[in-house]
């Protein structure tokens, strides 16, 4: 489902280069659920931007259901994105001043689907991750691991093959944290969603098929 070939990434400015990433090499076969682990500011981030066609690298080639990825910039591989890829991020990113149902739908309005199918996939979604009685409250209502729920929810929305996770248990406590995995683990073992999740918990990661680890932009297991 994922395939990265020889991927270098360099920050340049006028004072400095900065090599994010050096030469890393990961396959990610169609099911698997991909631990990235590593300190601070060894690149998991990065890679997983790459791997969602969010960030381009240096250079390297990307391979994303295969697709090879070219022009990062096109309308046609945002809808590609849109339509392959979820994203689920450490600090939520939803829109306060909409409902949870309404943070969900976001996906879907990029897409040909009617307002009243977009709202029968949201609630379906928001269904399955266990708050179909939250649809109608704000973010700012919710607790920690209820707005990390809406975050997979819309992430889910729109049935993707895989679901990008960049530390998605970062924010919570061991409790919430565990319920969240319990979730995405349903996604990989019933639906077969392939799933990448950058990490910082060890117990976390144990849980999925596979660790990759990461040490100043290396790939070094």
Known sequence: MIQ?????????TKVIETTALDNINIEVPEGEFLSIMGPSG????????IMG???????????VAGKLVGNYHSKATARFRN???????????????LSVI?????????RKVSGKQRRQMAEAALTQVGLSNRMKHFPSQLSGGQKQRVAIARAIVGQP???????????????????????LMR????????????????TMARK??????????????
Do not use: W
């Open 4 to 12: 990265l070939e020889n991927i270098t990434k360099v920050y340049q």
């Open 42 to 49: 060894c690149g998991k981030s990065t890679l997983l931007n």
């Open 53 to 63: 066609m969010i960030d381009e690298p240096t250079t390297g080639q990307v391979k």
């Open 83 to 97: 339509e392959q890829l979820g994203f689920i991020f450490q600090s939520f990113h939803l829109i306060n001043e």
């Open 102 to 110: 309404d943070n969900v739908e976001l996906p879907l309005i990029y």
């Open 161 to 183: 093959r895989i679901i990008l996770a960049d530390e998605p248990t970062g924010n919570l406590d061991s409790a919430m944290g565990n319920e969240i995995m319990d979730i």
């Open 187 to 202: 996604l990989n073992q019933e639906q077969g969603t392939t799933i990448v999740m950058v990490t910082h918990d060890e």
């Open 208 to 221: 999925t098929h596979r660790l990759v680890r990461l040490f100043d932009g290396q790939q070094v297991s």
